[in-house]
C-alpha cells in the first residue's frame, strides 16, 4: 500500500494561478501513474495532490513490496525535476506498508468505478506518509523484513503516529541495492536431485537392518513443513524393492483428524479400487479380493470391515446387538489381524505420513500392531512436524530422526536442477539464502521465478526479484493460472485433498472446463491425481499450498464455496454424508448458516462413540456445542444442548474418567438445561452421572442424594434400565459409607433380576460399565463385610464369569478391580495380586487411565501382603499420585492405610503412625467409612509394635473401629476386630499380672 503526496501544496495553490496549479497538478497525477503502472502497481485513486496505489492487485507478484518501494522513490525523484525550469522546488514524500486488506470495486451512479480498501495497513501506510520528512519515503517494519537486501536502510525506531495505541517501529529507504537484479530461467518436469540426506537415510537404513533380526523397529522423520521428510520416506521405500514383502501407507490428514480409523479405511478402499457408484455386492467383493477371502468370510469379520468402509448391510449383522465398545474392540482385532497376515509374507514397511494429524483410535491401532509384530521383522516409519510425540518415543526399539535445512551445497543443487542451471551463481546464493534452506521452499521460490518470466518473456532478465515469501510465491502462482485460479479456489475449499467428481458437482462447469482447469493445476504442480476414471482424487502437493489458495479468497466467497459445497453434498452424496458426517458438518459449519450443521456434528460424535472413538466423538460434540451457545436463548437451543451435552459426558468419563472436572461441568449444565425446560426425561442420565463424579471425587452424601434422586425415577417410570443403574450404584455408594442392611441387600439381588428380564432394553446405558456388571462387582465386598462369606464366593465367581462372558474390556477391568478388592479384604492376597495384575495389564492395553491406578493400588497392597514391602510402597505412591493428580479421593484413606502398614513393617514406625492417623482423617473427610473400623486397626497394630508400644491408645482404636462396625452392620470386621480386641487385652492382663 503506498500513499504519497506533495510536500506544502497549500502554500503552493497561493502562490500559482489556478490554471497553472491544475496543469502542475496534471503533470503530477501522470507522472505517479505512469510509475506506478511500469512497476505494476495498481494506482486507486487521486485526492488532489494525494496519490494512493496497491502493489499486488489485481495479480500478485512475489516482488510487489520492492516494486512499491521502488516507485516511491522514483515519484520522489521525479517530482524534485518536475517544475524545476521554473525555479518551483517540489518535494514529495510517500508511506508504505505491507500486509493483507480487503478490497472492493464499486460502481457509482454515474457508472465511474472505484476500487475500495478496507484494513489496519491502509492507515497505517496514511500516517507514515504523513511523518515522512519532505523528499523521503518511510516504511513499515513489515515492507522492511520483505524487501531487505534489495534496498538501504535507516532506522528511526519506534514512532507515534495518530490512531495507533504504541508506537510503530519505521524505516526510511535511503536508496536501491544496484547488486540485485532479474533474471531468465526454464521450467523442467524432472524431480529434483536427492541431497543432503544421507545422514537421514542412513538411519533408517540402519533401523531397517536391526528389524530384519526380528525384532521391530520404529523411526520419527521429525521436521517443519516443506522439510522434505515425505521425499525421504518416498527414496528409502524405492531402494528397499523387493527387501520389503509388505508394505502399508496411511496418510493422515487434518480435515479428519477426529475421524476414527480413517487413514485406515482410505487405504483399503484405495488399495481395493471402492468406487462411489459400486453396488454394495460389488464392493464387497473387490474387498474381498484384496483380504484373500478364498470363500465368503464370517458374518463377524465381513460385518466389521463393511462397517468401517460405510458398505451399507441389508440384513442385521452381528454387530448391530454389540456395544460401541464391543464394536471398537471388534474393528481393532480385525484390522491387526489383517496386518498381521500380511506381515507374514515377509518383512514389512508401515509408512505412516503427516502423524501430527492422527486420530487417536488409529494411533491405537498402531501402538498394539507394533506390540503385536514386536518379534517380526516390521519397520514403521512415521512422518510429522515437530509437535508430534510419538508412543514410542525414548523406546530401545525406537530412532528419533529430526530433519534441518539442508547445508549450502545441497540447497545449490536444487535451485538449479530446478532451473535447469540457467540462474546465475549470485541469484542462487540469494535464493537458498531467502529460502532458508527448507527443500520445498527452494523448490516453489525457484519455480515462481521461473514462471513469472515465463508469462512476461520481454521482461529484462537483469531486473527479476527473488520472492521473499512461499505464501506470495503460491499466490503469485495462483494469480497466474487464469481460469484455472477458480477451480484451485474450490478444490481449497473443499480440503486438501477432493475428489473429480465432487469437484465437477460443485463448479457446475461443462466437463471439457473441469479437465482443461484440472490439468492445468497438475501442469503447474499445485495438485498431484491418484486414481482414473471416475475414482479419481486430486491432492494439493503440500499443505501450504491449500492454506494460500483459501486464504486469498475474501470470506464471503469462502462462506458462499462451503456452503455450495454442503449442498452439493446433501444432494448429490447422500451416502457420504451418511458415512462422513462431521465432512458435511464442516462445510455446513463455515457456510452461510453454521446452525444447521449442529446435527451432524452430534451425528459424528454418535457414529465415533459407537465405534468406540470417544477422543473423536468429544471433539465433535463440543464442536456442536460451540455452535449451538451462538444461537438465541430459545427452548430449541436448549433441547440441542441437550443432546450434544450427554453423550458428550459419556464419551469424557471414558477417555479421562468420572473424575474429571469436564465431566462435572458436562453433566452440571446439563441439569441447568432440564430444571429450564421442565423436562424429567433426561435428568435421569444427568444425575445418575453427576453421582458417580461426586462418588470419585469424594462427596458420598451428594452422591447419596443424587443416586436417590436417580431411584426416585427409577420408580415412578418403572424403567428397568433405570431401576438397574440406580440399584447397582446406590449400592456402591451403601457400601463406601458403611450402610450395611436390607435395603443394599434388596438392590443387589433386583439389579440383576431386573436386567435379566429386561436384557435388550438394559444393554443401553449411559456408563462405560454395563448396568449388570456394576451390581455384580459390588456384591462381593458387600456379602463378605455383612458376614455371608461363602455367598461372597459364589458373587465373586459370578461376578468374573459375567465380566469375561461379554468379551468387554472395560467390564472385565472393572470388575477385577472390585474383586481384586475384595480378596485383599478377605486377606487372599495371592489371588487378590492374580486379579490385580491381570486388570493392570487390561487398562494400559487399553487406555483405562483412572482404573489402571486403581488396579495397581491393589497390586501394591497384595505385594505387601505377601511381604514385598520396598516394592509394594514405590508402586503405591506413585499410584497415589497419578490418583490426585485426577481428581480422585475416595479410596485415598484406604490407600493411605495401607501405606502406613508398609512403612511400618520397614520399621518406620514415626511415619507409619502418621500416615494411620492421615487414613482415619482421609476415610472421614471422604466419607469412605467403610474403611474406617479397618484403618483404626491398621493403626492400634502399629501402636502395638512400636519400640515402646502403646496398648492402652492401641486398646481404644480397637475399641472405636468396633463401635463403627457394630454400628455399620459389618458382621465380619466386627468378629475380627472382637478377637483382636481380647488378645490385646489377654496381652495387658498378662503383663499387669507379671
Known amino acids: 500500500m503506498l500513499f504519497c503526496d506533495i510536500v506544502d501544496s497549500v502554500a503552493l495553490s497561493q502562490r500559482l494561478d489556478p490554471e497553472d496549479l491544475m496543469a502542475l497538478i496534471e503533470r503530477y497525477q501522470t507522472l505517479c501513474d505512469d510509475i506506478v503502472s511500469d512497476r505494476g502497481g495498481f494506482l486507486a485513486k487521486f485526492m488532489g495532490d494525494g496519490v494512493l496505489a496497491y502493489f499486488g492487485y489485481p495479480h500478485a507478484n512475489e516482488d510487489d513490496a520492492a516494486n512499491a518501494v521502488n516507485a516511491a522513490l522514483e515519484i520522489v525523484a521525479a517530482v524534485r525535476e518536475l517544475e524545476r525550469d521554473r525555479q518551483i522546488v517540489l518535494e514529495a514524500r510517500a508511506g508504505i506498508a505491507s500486509g493483507l486488506v480487503v478490497l472492493r470495486g464499486r460502481v457509482s451512479r454515474s457508472r465511474q468505478r472505484t476500487v475500495e480498501v478496507v484494513g489496519r495497513i491502509l492507515n497505517l501506510?496514511?500516517?507514515?506518509?504523513?511523518?515522512?520528512?519532505?523528499?523521503?519515503?518511510?516504511?513499515?517494519?513489515?515492507?522492511?523484513?520483505?524487501?531487505?537486501?534489495?534496498?538501504?536502510?535507516?532506522d528511526l525506531g519506534p514512532i507515534s503516529l495518530r490512531g495507533f495505541p504504541q508506537p510503530m517501529q519505521a524505516w526510511e529507504v535511503e536508496q536501491s541495492n544496484a547488486a540485485v537484479s532479474r533474471f531468465q530461467a526454464r521450467l523442467i518436469g524432472q524431480r529434483t536431485p536427492f541431497v543432503g540426506r544421507r545422514a537421514e537415510f542412513d538411519a533408517l537404513a540402519k533401523r531397517w537392518a536391526k528389524a530384519q533380526t526380528g525384532r521391530a523397529q520404529v523411526v520419527e522423520l521429525i521436521g517443519e513443513a516443506g522439510m522434505g521428510k515425505s521425499r525421504l520416506t518416498e527414496e528409502f521405500d524405492a531402494k528397499l524393492g523387493a527387501a520389503a514383502s509388505a508394505r502399508m501407507y496411511l496418510h493422515c490428514t487434518p480435515e479428519r483428524v477426529n475421524s476414527a480409523f480413517r487413514p485406515v479405511a482410505v487405504q483399503l478402499e484405495r488399495a481395493a479400487g471402492l468406487e462411489r457408484r459400486d453396488s454394495p455386492a460389488v464392493r464387497v467383493q473387490k474387498l474381498g479380493r484384496l483380504l484373500g477371502w478364498p470363500r465368503a468370510p464370517d458374518p463377524t469379520t465381513l460385518a466389521v470391515f463393511a462397517s468401517l468402509l460405510e458398505i451399507p448391510q441389508l440384513v442385521p449383522t452381528p454387530l448391530d446387538a454389540l456395544t460401541p465398545e464391543k464394536r471398537r474392540e471388534l474393528t481393532m482385532e480385525a484390522l491387526l489381524a489383517l496386518a498381521v497376515g500380511w506381515s507374514a509374507a515377509g518383512p514389512l514397511l508401515l509408512i505412516v505420513e503427516d502423524a501430527h494429524w492422527i486420530d487417536a483410535s488409529t494411533l491405537e491401532l498402531l501402538e498394539r500392531l507394533f506390540q503385536r509384530l514386536s518379534e517380526r521383522p516390521?519397520?514403521?516409519?512415521?512422518?510429522?512436524?515437530?509437535?508430534?510425540?510419538?508412543?514410542?518415543?525414548?523406546?530401545?526399539?525406537?530412532?528419533?530422526?529430526?530433519?534441518?535445512?539442508?547445508?549450502?551445497?545441497?540447497?545449490?543443487?536444487?535451485?538449479?536442477?530446478?532451473?535447469?542451471?540457467?540462474?546465475?551463481?549470485?541469484?542462487?546464493?540469494?535464493?537458498?539464502?531467502?529460502?532458508?534452506?527448507?527443500?520445498?521452499?527452494?523448490?516453489?521460490?525457484?519455480?515462481?521465478?521461473?514462471?513469472?518470466?515465463?508469462?512476461?518473456?520481454?521482461?529484462?532478465?537483469?531486473?527479476?526479484?527473488?520472492?521473499?515469501?512461499?505464501?506470495?510465491?503460491?499466490?503469485?502462482?495462483?494469480?497466474?493460472?487464469?481460469?484455472?485460479?477458480?477451480?484451485?479456489?474450490?478444490?481449497?475449499?473443499?480440503?486438501?485433498?477432493?475428489?473429480?467428481?465432487?469437484?465437477?458437482?460443485?463448479?457446475?462447469?461443462?466437463?471439457?472446463?473441469?479437465?482443461?482447469?484440472?490439468?492445468?493445476?497438475?501442469?503447474?504442480?499445485?495438485?498431484?491425481?491418484?486414481?482414473?476414471?471416475?475414482?479419481?482424487?486430486?491432492?494439493?502437493?503440500?499443505?501450504?499450498?491449500?492454506?494460500?489458495?483459501?486464504?486469498?479468497?475474501?470470506?464471503?466467497?469462502?462462506?458462499?464455496?462451503?456452503?455450495?459445497?454442503?449442498?452439493?453434498?446433501?444432494?448429490?452424496?447422500?451416502?457420504?454424508?451418511?458415512?462422513?458426517?462431521?465432512?458435511?458438518?464442516?462445510?455446513?459449519?463455515?457456510?452461510?448458516?453454521?446452525?444447521?450443521?449442529?446435527?451432524?456434528?452430534?451425528?459424528?460424535?454418535?457414529?465415533?462413540?459407537?465405534?468406540?472413538?470417544?477422543?473423536?466423538?468429544?471433539?465433535?460434540?463440543?464442536?456442536?456445542?460451540?455452535l449451538a451457545q451462538k444461537l438465541a436463548p430459545t427452548l430449541e437451543r436448549l433441547q440441542t444442548e441437550l443432546e450434544a451435552l450427554l453423550p458428550l459426558a459419556v464419551s469424557l468419563a471414558a477417555a479421562r474418567g468420572y473424575a474429571a472436572d469436564e465431566v462435572k461441568e458436562a453433566l452440571t449444565r446439563a441439569r441447568e438445561i432440564c430444571g429450564m425446560m421442565g423436562d424429567a426425561a433426561p435428568l435421569f442420565p444427568v444425575l445418575h452421572g453427576l453421582s458417580k463424579f461426586w462418588t470419585v471425587r469424594g462427596d458420598q452424601i451428594q452422591a447419596e442424594e443424587l443416586i436417590r434422586s436417580c431411584a426416585k425415577?427409577?420408580?415412578?417410570?418403572?424403567?428397568?434400565?433405570?431401576?438397574?443403574?440406580?440399584?447397582?450404584?446406590?449400592?456402591?455408594?451403601?457400601?463406601?459409607?458403611?450402610?450395611?442392611?436390607?435395603?443394599?441387600?434388596?438392590?443387589?439381588?433386583?439389579?440383576?433380576?431386573?436386567?435379566?428380564?429386561?436384557?435388550?432394553?438394559?444393554?443401553?446405558?449411559?456408563?462405560?460399565?454395563?448396568?449388570?456388571?456394576?451390581?455384580?462387582?459390588?456384591?462381593?465386598?458387600?456379602?463378605?463385610?455383612?458376614?455371608?462369606?461363602?455367598?461372597?464366593?459364589?458373587?465373586?465367581?459370578?461376578?468374573?464369569?459375567?465380566?469375561?462372558?461379554?468379551?468387554?474390556?472395560?467390564?472385565?477391568?472393572?470388575?477385577?478391580?472390585?474383586?481384586?478388592?475384595?480378596?485383599?479384604?478377605?486377606?487372599?492376597?495371592?489371588?487378590?495380586?492374580?486379579?490385580?495384575?491381570?486388570?493392570?495389564?487390561?487398562?494400559?492395553?487399553?487406555?483405562?487411565?483412572?482404573?489402571?491406578?486403581?488396579?495397581?493400588?491393589?497390586?501394591?497392597?497384595?505385594?505387601?501382603?505377601?511381604?514385598?514391602?520396598?516394592?509394594?510402597?514405590?508402586?503405591?505412591?506413585?499410584?497415589?499420585?497419578?490418583?490426585?493428580?485426577?481428581?480422585?479421593?475416595?479410596?485415598?484413606?484406604?490407600?493411605?492405610?495401607?501405606?502406613?502398614?508398609?512403612?511400618?513393617?520397614?520399621?518406620?514406625?514415626?511415619?507409619?503412625?502418621?500416615?494411620?492417623?492421615?487414613?482415619?482423617?482421609?476415610?472421614?473427610?471422604?466419607?469412605?467409612?467403610?474403611?474406617?473400623?479397618?484403618?483404626?486397626?491398621?493403626?492400634?497394630?502399629?501402636?502395638?509394635?512400636?519400640?515402646?508400644?502403646?496398648?492402652?491408645?492401641?486398646?481404644?482404636?480397637?475399641?472405636?473401629?468396633?463401635?463403627?462396625?457394630?454400628?455399620?452392620?459389618?458382621?465380619?470386621?466386627?468378629?475380627?476386630?472382637?478377637?483382636?480386641?481380647?488378645?490385646?487385652?489377654?496381652?495387658?492382663?498378662?503383663?499387669?499380672?507379671?
Open 125 to 154: 501506510a496514511s500516517r507514515l506518509q504523513s511523518a515522512a520528512e519532505p523528499g523521503s519515503v518511510l516504511i513499515a517494519d513489515a515492507t522492511r523484513k520483505v524487501t531487505r537486501g534489495f534496498f538501504h536502510y535507516r
Open 378 to 626: 516390521v519397520l514403521m516409519v512415521l512422518t510429522a512436524r515437530p509437535e508430534f510425540v510419538s508412543p514410542w518415543r525414548g523406546s530401545e526399539r525406537a530412532a528419533l530422526v529430526k530433519l534441518t535445512r539442508l547445508d549450502a551445497e545441497s540447497a545449490r543443487a536444487v535451485c538449479t536442477h530446478v532451473a535447469a542451471g540457467a540462474i546465475p551463481p549470485d541469484l542462487v546464493g540469494e535464493v537458498i539464502e531467502r529460502s532458508g534452506g527448507i527443500p520445498f521452499y527452494m523448490e516453489e521460490l525457484t519455480r515462481s521465478v521461473v514462471e513469472q518470466v515465463a508469462v512476461n518473456p520481454e521482461d529484462d532478465l537483469e531486473e527479476a526479484h527473488i520472492p521473499i515469501s512461499l505464501h506470495d510465491s503460491l499466490v503469485a502462482r495462483l494469480d497466474r493460472l487464469g481460469p484455472a485460479r477458480r477451480f484451485a479456489n474450490i478444490g481449497a475449499v473443499i480440503g486438501r485433498q477432493f475428489s473429480y467428481d465432487l469437484m465437477v458437482a460443485v463448479a457446475a462447469a461443462p466437463l471439457a472446463q473441469v479437465r482443461s482447469a484440472m490439468g492445468a493445476l497438475k501442469r503447474a504442480g499445485l495438485v498431484s491425481q491418484n486414481g482414473a476414471g471416475e475414482a479419481i482424487r486430486y491432492q494439493f502437493r503440500h499443505v501450504l499450498m491449500r492454506d494460500a489458495a483459501y486464504e486469498s479468497m475474501l470470506r464471503p466467497d469462502r462462506r458462499a464455496l462451503h456452503q455450495q459445497i454442503a449442498i452439493t453434498l446433501g444432494a448429490k452424496f447422500p451416502e457420504f454424508c451418511e458415512a462422513e458426517p462431521e465432512t458435511l458438518a464442516f462445510h455446513l459449519m463455515n457456510g452461510a448458516e453454521a446452525a444447521s450443521a449442529i446435527p451432524h456434528y452430534i451425528r459424528a460424535g454418535t457414529k465415533a462413540a459407537a465405534r468406540g472413538g470417544h477422543a473423536e466423538a468429544i471433539a465433535h460434540f463440543e464442536t456442536a456445542l460451540s
Open 713 to 994: 425415577i427409577a420408580d415412578e417410570t418403572e424403567t428397568p434400565l433405570y431401576v438397574v443403574e440406580s440399584d447397582a450404584t446406590l449400592a456402591y455408594v451403601l457400601n463406601i459409607t458403611g450402610q450395611f442392611g436390607d435395603e443394599i441387600l434388596m438392590r443387589l439381588k433386583r439389579a440383576p433380576e431386573v436386567y435379566d428380564a429386561n436384557a435388550e432394553a438394559c444393554r443401553i446405558n449411559w456408563s462405560e460399565a454395563d448396568a449388570k456388571t456394576s451390581a455384580l462387582s459390588v456384591a462381593p465386598n458387600v456379602l463378605y463385610r455383612m458376614g455371608d462369606i461363602e455367598g461372597a464366593q459364589r458373587a465373586y465367581r459370578a461376578a468374573l464369569a459375567w465380566a469375561r462372558g461379554l468379551n468387554r474390556p472395560f467390564d472385565l477391568a472393572h470388575t477385577l478391580c472390585f474383586v481384586s478388592s475384595y480378596q485383599i479384604e478377605r486377606e487372599d492376597y495371592p489371588q487378590a495380586l492374580k486379579d490385580a495384575r491381570e486388570a493392570v495389564a487390561i487398562c494400559a492395553a487399553h487406555g483405562f487411565g483412572v482404573w489402571l491406578q486403581s488396579a495397581r493400588a491393589y497390586c501394591a497392597m497384595a505385594m505387601a501382603g505377601l511381604g514385598e514391602y520396598e516394592a509394594a510402597r514405590e508402586l503405591l505412591l506413585s499410584t497415589m499420585a497419578a490418583w490426585r493428580k485426577a481428581g480422585c479421593n475416595t479410596l485415598l484413606g484406604l490407600f493411605t492405610q495401607h501405606l502406613a502398614l508398609m512403612e511400618c513393617a520397614l520399621g518406620r514406625f514415626e511415619t507409619a503412625l502418621a500416615l494411620a492417623g492421615d487414613a482415619i482423617a482421609l476415610d472421614s473427610e471422604f466419607h469412605d467409612y467403610v474403611n474406617l473400623p479397618r484403618a483404626y486397626e491398621a493403626r492400634a497394630h502399629i501402636l502395638c509394635v512400636l519400640p515402646q508400644p502403646d496398648r492402652r491408645a492401641a486398646e481404644a482404636d480397637l475399641e472405636r473401629g468396633l463401635e463403627i462396625a457394630r454400628a455399620q452392620g459389618a458382621r465380619t470386621a466386627a468378629e475380627r476386630l472382637e478377637a483382636r480386641l481380647d488378645a490385646l487385652r489377654a496381652i495387658c492382663q498378662n503383663a499387669v499380672a507379671d
